[in-house]
Antibody
């Protein structure tokens, strides 16, 4: 059974930093593209950044990501990470770790974690 | 940037109704479109990929169609469990979500 379990969220002051983690299990983690998606309170879904399905392309970023977000992975531990620096109030959201499905033409996110909540407030 | 516009933003319907949600892309995305269902307090659930391919375990009451810039999600006969928010997502270039359509009970 595929599982994605995020952790690391919490209350952070503006300007602070946070590292979110996602523990993956139940699939060959190293073989799949992974991303982070967030959802602000009462708002829609926003893809932030993720690993390209083409290893040569490396990491893909949403246009709205301003360099404050860094994604990394440790395939030996089946872990995905998101580092967020210089946190702002509008970063307040649920952050989801997501797995891209495999197969040609199948680019949807077929598995999602339960999400971890980040609240940026003084 | 490719933008996705869903319509309507809110849809009121009754159990047993057939409903259609539309997703329009600002440029052609071929068939690289997915649909999700999200219930309050839960993570989204993937319903359809490649515009029309139903995910395993998803009810056949759900269907998707379209290519290029215009896409639809149809629910053939609404069940109580279907009232939720639905999002389209393109994966032709990066990943972009539509703004969502809230399906409410009339």
């Amino acid at each position: 059974e595929v599982q994605l379990l995020e952790s690391g969220g919490g209350l952070v002051q503006p300007g602070g930093s946070l590292r979110l983690s996602c523990a993956a299990s139940g699939f060959d983690f190293s073989s799949f593209s992974m991303s982070w998606v967030r959802q602000a309170p009462g708002k829609g879904l926003e893809w932030l950044l993720g690993f390209s399905i083409n290893p040569d392309r490396g990491i893909l970023y949403a246009d709205s990501v301003e360099g404050r977000f860094t994604i990394s992975r440790d395939n030996s531990k089946n872990m995905l990470y998101l580092q967020i620096n210089r946190l702002r109030a509008d970063d307040t959201a649920i952050y989801y770790c997501v797995k891209r499905s495999g197969g040609y033409g199948m680019g949807g996110f077929d598995f999602w974690g339960q999400g971890t909540t980040v609240t940026v407030s003084s | 940037d490719i933008q996705l516009t869903q319509s309507p933003s809110t849809l009121s319907a009754s159990v047993g109704d057939r409903v259609t949600i539309t997703c329009r892309a600002s440029q052609s995305i071929s068939s690289w479109l997915a649909w999700y269902q999200q219930k309050p307090g839960k993570a989204p659930k993937l319903l359809i990929q490649k515009a029309s391919i139903l995910e395993s375990g998803v009810s056949s009451r759900f269907s998707g169609s379209g290519s290029g810039t215009d896409f639809t999600l149809t629910i053939s006969s609404l069940q109580p469990d279907d009232f939720a928010t639905y999002y389209c997502q393109q994966y032709s270039k990066l990943y972009i979500f539509g703004q969502g359509t809230k399906l409410e009970i009339k």
